[in-house]
């Protein structure tokens, strides 16, 4: 029984610190993208991306804060890469850690 202890002891505070952590680095041209709440008038629209993240790792959940940021970090990046510059949820955060987004261009 001791071991067994000792595992737990050794797994739970391990997941716990795994759960914290954020594993999506912004990519230079995700930095100059924009995260709104509507979507914005005079702009271009180039599509969509849909962003997943781990919402739980282990059967533990992830705290909200850190997958909307990976989730809005993925999206950044790959409106980057197809030329845009601003970011709008389009749906809400699924329970598999999904979302997508509206890609506009506002800039020249």
Do not use: H
């Not at 954020?22 to 709440?37: E, F, M, P």
Request: hydrophobic share 40%; aromatic share 2%; charged share 25%.
């Amino acid at each position: 029984m001791g071991t067994l202890r000792r595992r737990i002891a050794i797994v739970v505070p391990l997941v716990a610190v795994l759960s914290a952590c954020t594993w999506v680095r912004l990519s230079d041209a995700g930095r100059d993208v924009a995260v709104v709440s509507t979507a914005p008038s005079n702009c271009k629209r180039l599509g969509t991306s849909t962003s997943v993240t781990r919402a739980s790792i282990a059967s533990i959940d992830r705290r909200d804060a850190k997958v909307v940021g990976e989730l809005e970090t993925l999206a950044r990046n790959a409106a980057g890469k197809m030329g845009g510059d601003t970011i709008v949820a389009e749906t809400a955060i699924s329970e598999e850690g999904e979302q997508s987004f509206v890609v506009y261009r506002c800039g020249d």
